[in-house]
């Protein structure tokens, strides 16, 4: 993930001021732009002037407008006239835009900070704030925090989510509104017909099957075959469903996607778990690659939920259902047939370490169909977990932290043994997250990202409830 951000520097409007404090600006300019550079996040784009006059505003604010940004840094370290502020920021109408000033006492950057900001915003533009040293951590995961959320909005522009189905089992949760997401968000929907990934299956080369299956036979854990649900047949089925989905992707330029399955496919053909998980990892038997968003049950408010959260933090992202609560242990247990990224069954860069600890066992009895589930348990370790829901026309995401936990795997077969699990410890008092929680879904991410999740709210419009 790289974030392409502009810097944009601000000055006093009288020349022979302006003339004393240039070099300060540029110093302070060039520490931003390093420390920015020296994370490996992001790219920086420099403005070729400092703004001290009006007309320098608006030409260098629309330099930048052409470069395609995620967000512009309006490095503001001495009291520069708000008024130029204002002039680039309503050039820049749509980038999301972040005042940083550093902590010198012997400047008035503090003051000129409050100034740029409080026109921008009195004027009705949309600008946040950070005031500190980027040198400091503390300051520096400030500034990338809104630079992450910045990059997932400005990205989720112009994206296309393929619905592929329809509402699944009688879930709300799979409606979508396709003007509400392209005003609010700039997300185009294209339907498609859960039939053609059946229709493309078929026309996989039996080779490309054999290909599949020997690497999943090489790597997974244990590939269960009992000859009746789950056979070569079933599971080479399934490998063509998932080529099929890839090609339609490619093809038709989805950047993420939510599959009905139930019970269409899940019935009277293969269930999609498999290529749920495939798709949101970050490799398959072709090598790596970027993981697509691949939401269950079409549940699109999961699917732009998933995509939001792997823009923010660029790793794939988890899709399970409550399942359970376990007082005695004060966990809740997250699990669902597919939807699950084997990347977290061990958090490995390394594709043979993920899969080893996952077992391809047979369909449970409840589904008509064959083909396998795809079953782990999520590795421990830190979690975001989110959820965007809507009631009506109003967004609302719902956030907060918690910690995978690993169990006994025996522990397990109290729910549904051959389903992917993560067994979750959360900040929230678990009776009041129920009541809470608007959905029977729930997604995460590896690490802390509440702060990137505040700021993408703020920058949408979007209601954001930490639990």
């Not at 059946?198 to 090489?218: F, G, I, Q, S």
């Not at 080479?236 to 093809?251: H, P, R, W």
Request: a negative charge; charged letters at 20%; glycine letters at 8%.
């Amino acid at each position: 993930m790289t974030i392409r951000v502009g810097i944009l520097s601000f000055s006093d409007g009288r020349a022979r001021v302006h003339d004393t404090l240039k070099d300060y600006i540029a110093s302070c300019e060039a520490a931003l732009a390093a420390r920015l550079r020296g994370t490996g996040e992001v790219e920086v784009v420099a403005a070729q002037e400092q703004v001290a006059t009006s007309e320098l505003a608006e030409r260098m604010a629309s330099s930048l407008l052409g470069e395609k940004l995620d967000a512009c840094i309006l490095n503001v370290p001495v009291f520069a006239f708000p008024s130029f502020a204002a002039i680039a920021a309503r050039i820049l109408h749509g980038v999301p835009l972040l005042a940083t000033s550093p902590a010198n006492g012997s400047y008035p950057g503090l003051g000129g900070l409050q100034a740029a900001v409080g026109m921008i915003r009195q004027t009705g533009g949309q600008c946040e704030k950070v005031w500190g040293n980027i040198e400091e951590d503390s300051v520096l995961q400030r500034v990338l925090a809104f630079l992450r959320a910045a990059h997932a909005v400005s990205r989720l522009r112009g994206q296309v989510y393929g619905l592929f189905g329809g509402r699944s089992i009688g879930m709300g949760s799979g409606a979508v509104s396709p003007d509400v997401w392209m005003q609010r968000f700039g997300v185009d929907v294209d339907h498609v017909d859960q039939l053609e990934i059946l229709r493309r299956a078929r026309l996989v080369p039996p080779e490309e099957t054999e290909r599949a299956l020997r690497w999943l036979e090489e790597r997974m854990g244990a590939v269960e075959y009992d000859g009746k649900k789950l056979t070569r047949e079933s599971l080479g089925m399934q490998v063509n469903c998932y080529i099929a989905l890839k090609a339609l992707i490619a093809e038709r330029g989805l950047s993420f996607v939510g599959v009905k399955c139930h019970y269409d496919l899940s019935e009277y053909f293969v269930t999609q778990c498999l290529s749920a998980a495939l798709c949101n990892d970050p490799y398959d038997w072709d090598g790596e690659k970027e993981p697509v968003v691949f939401a269950c049950e079409a549940d699109s408010d999961a699917a732009l939920t998933m995509q939001i959260l792997k823009l923010i933090s660029g790793l794939p992202v988890v899709f399970m259902d409550f399942r359970h609560y376990m007082q005695q242990e004060n966990l809740f247990a997250f699990c669902n047939c597919g939807a699950c990224a084997t990347w977290y069954a061990a958090r490995s860069e390394d594709p043979a370490e993920n899969l080893r600890r996952v077992r391809l066992c047979s369909v449970i009895p409840k589904y008509g169909g064959c083909g396998c589930h795809v079953q782990f348990m999520a590795e421990a370790g830190p979690m975001t977990f989110a959820r965007l829901t809507h009631r009506m026309d109003h967004y609302v995401m719902q956030a907060f932290e918690g910690t995978f936990e690993k169990l006994p795997v025996e522990r397990m077969r109290e729910t549904c043994e051959a389903w992917p699990h993560g067994y979750a410890s959360v900040e929230s008092e678990p009776m009041e997250l129920l009541d809470r929680f608007a959905s029977n879904h729930i997604h995460a991410v590896s690490g802390c990202y509440l702060r990137e999740i505040r700021a993408f709210c703020e920058l949408t419009g979007v209601e954001l409830e930490v639990l």
